[in-house]
Structures are given as structure tokens and as C-alpha cells.
């Protein structure tokens, strides 16, 4: 077999063999990844720090007393687990915590906090006397809009992260983070 043929009938294999995936099968998606992760919640911490009414409220009061809640998932077409969801909540928390240690502090949710005591500890019950009640909760809820067709995937996302006063119900702050995917299927798809 000469070298050309060679050349040729791996090409063709490659093709057939490859290009019959959609953009999800080969690998290429328009999920949110560890990218948007970083980038978001970079984009949200300097946000929160670097916000007036933010700063006004810890000139007030003092530390910032916050609760982190759960990922609101409200997507169109994706599922996206609770373990992953709340990364994009604790890696705020933890920017925020690393550089803003003084102007924030952390209370942990409370159903988070009653299922870990009722594990750990069974001479317990009831609310705790001595808990610390927070002030504000940061809550994060993800939408999108997503559109599929012979030719590939688009997915627009739109993560809206906001601090709420949970003594009044305003937001103190929030902050948009949006971002738009595009997958195209494979050739011969």
C-alpha cells in the first residue's frame, strides 16, 4: 500500500469515525465549566468588596453578619448538581474571607448546622442558645436559555448573585454575570 492510500484511508476513518457525534458526544458542550466558575466568582467578590452601599453597611455595623444559601438552579435545559452549584457560592465566600476577613463574617446555614450537631452530637435539642444569628444571606440563582438545532447548541446564561438584608428584604447588593456558549455539531452529524 503506498504511502498516499495510507494517508487517505485513515483520513476517511477518522472522518466516519468521528464526525457522527453531536457537540455534547464530542466532548464540546455549553455547560457552565471551571472557567466560568473563576471567572464569576472573581468578577462577584470584587463586586461585593468593592461595593459602596456594601461598604456604607459595614461603616454602619461592623462585620457583616452572612449566611450562604443553596444554588438556586432555575436553567431551561440543564441540570446542574448541588455539589457543583454551591462551588460557585463557597469559592465567593472564600475569596471574600481570604481578603476581606474584617468585614464579613460567616455564619453557616441553619439547616446545614442542625443536620451536621443532630450527627455528631445527641445530647442536644432544639435551637442552640448560643447561635449567632445572621444579618444577610447571599443567594445566587442561574437561568438560561437554551437553543439547539441541526447545526449546533447556543446556551445563554444569566447567574445573578445578590446580598439581601434579612431584616427588611432589600438587597444590599447584586451582580449580574452572563455569558453565551456555542457548540457546533461535528462534520457529518
Known amino acids: 500500500m503506498s504511502r498516499a492510500t495510507l494517508i ?7 472522518m466516519f469515525t468521528s464526525g457522527c457525534t453531536s ?3 464530542s466532548g464540546h458542550n455549553t455547560a457552565l465549566d471551571s472557567v466560568d ?3 464569576m466568582t472573581d468578577q462577584m467578590a470584587a463586586s461585593i468588596a468593592g461595593d459602596s452601599k456594601v461598604q456604607a453597611a459595614i461603616a454602619r455595623q461592623g462585620q457583616l453578619r452572612v449566611v450562604v444559601q443553596p444554588v438556586q438552579n432555575e436553567m431551561e435545559a440543564e441540570i446542574l448538581p448541588r ?3 454551591d462551588a460557585f457560592t463557597a469559592r465567593v465566600r472564600f475569596l471574600l474571607s481570604g481578603h476581606d476577613a474584617k468585614r464579613f463574617q460567616w455564619i453557616m446555614n441553619r439547616d446545614a448546622f442542625y443536620q451536621l450537631r ?3 452530637r445527641d445530647d442536644v435539642l432544639g435551637p442552640s442558645p448560643d447561635a ?13 436559555l437554551t437553543n439547539e438545532n441541526s447545526q449546533g447548541r447556543n446556551s ?4 445573578v448573585y445578590e446580598l439581601t438584608d434579612l431584616r427588611d428584604r432589600t438587597v444590599l447588593w447584586s451582580h449580574p454575570y452572563e455569558v453565551e456558549k ?4 461535528g462534520f457529518l452529524d
Open 132 to 144: 449567632i444569628n445572621p444579618d444577610y444571606a447571599l443567594v445566587a440563582r442561574f437561568r438560561s
Open 118 to 120: 443532630n450527627k455528631e
Open 156 to 159: 445563554y446564561y444569566l447567574c
Open 8 to 14: 487517505f484511508a485513515l483520513t476517511m476513518l477518522g
Open 37 to 39: 466558575l473563576k471567572s
Open 23 to 25: 457537540a455534547v458526544q
Open 83 to 85: 455539589g457543583p452549584a
Open 182 to 185: 456555542k457548540a457546533v455539531k
